[in-house]
T-cell receptor
Framework: KAGVTQTPRYLIKTRGQQVTLSCSPISGHRSVSWYQQTPGQGLQFLFE???????NKGNFPGRFSGRQFSNSRSEMNVSTLELGDSALYLCASSLNSGNQPQHFGDGTRLSIL | QKEVEQNSGPLSVPEGAIASLNCTYSDRGSQSFFWYRQYSGKSPELIMFIYSNGDKEDGRFTAQLNKASQYVSLLIRDSQPSDSATYLC??????FGGGSNYKLTFGKGTLLTVNP
């Protein structure tokens, strides 16, 4: 069974640009969550999508947004990039929203110059 | 008080020993508890989850949960050099007022080094 697939694996952008990251969950998983990981802050929750609806949101500015498609694939968008957005962005999927274990993809390493 | 706290380490144990990793959480409404292993440069990998008080064993790994003390631990028996990694504790909290939008909160992780 294929795991969670994230694309691209690496991305280099400059300040002010925008970026879109993609996540394909494990087959049959309907919930997708996004996290930002940095050395200083650790893993921080961005948002969760289930059945194309955002179920929960972390404490990030509105520049961070996402969506989920009918096939459960999800995208995350960051607009007006700042240097502090440099991080590893991780997507995790679970069978359903709620108490289920989440399984992570390999992540997208985003570097802002 | 941080929502999920772990000793950052490093925790160093000799090969073959038992490694004990600890985690405390602040919200008594927390319902499920997860341990992830993260190798340097890699993404977190789920190794254990526990929902009820007591112990849960899977191979060399045992998760222990004590909700009264708001404490969850991970024991690794017969530690191997390949166990050297950062171990992340994650806690899932049911939203206030019900619903299904749980929020998974991570600790900052404990770096474990197993010396040959």
């Amino acid at each position: 069974k294929a795991g969670v697939t994230q694309t691209p694996r690496y991305l280099i952008k400059t300040r002010g640009q925008q970026v879109t990251l993609s996540c394909s969950p494990i087959s049959g998983h309907r919930s997708v969550s996004w996290y930002q990981q940095t050395p200083g802050q650790g893993l921080q929750f961005l948002f969760e999508y289930f059945s194309e609806t955002q179920r929960n949101k972390g404490n990030f500015p509105g520049r961070f947004s996402g969506r989920q498609f009918s096939n459960s694939r999800s995208e995350m968008n960051v607009s007006t990039l700042e240097l502090g957005d440099s991080a590893l962005y991780l997507c995790a999927s679970s069978l359903n929203s709620g108490n289920q274990p989440q399984h992570f993809g390999d992540g997208t390493r985003l570097s802002i110059l | 008080q941080k929502e999920v706290e772990q000793n950052s380490g490093p925790l160093s144990v000799p090969e073959g020993a038992i490694a004990s990793l600890n985690c405390t959480y602040s919200d008594r409404g927390s319902q499920s508890f997860f341990w992830y292993r993260q190798y340097s440069g890699k993404s977190p990998e789920l190794i254990m989850f526990i929902y009820s008080n007591g112990d849960k064993e899977d191979g060399r790994f045992t998760a222990q949960l004590n909700k009264a003390s708001q404490y969850v631990s991970l024991l690794i028996r017969d530690s191997q050099p390949s166990d050297s990694a950062t171990y992340l504790c994650a806690v899932n909290k049911k939203p206030f007022g019900g619903g299904s939008n749980y929020k998974l909160t991570f600790g900052k992780g404990t770096l474990l080094t197993v010396n040959p």
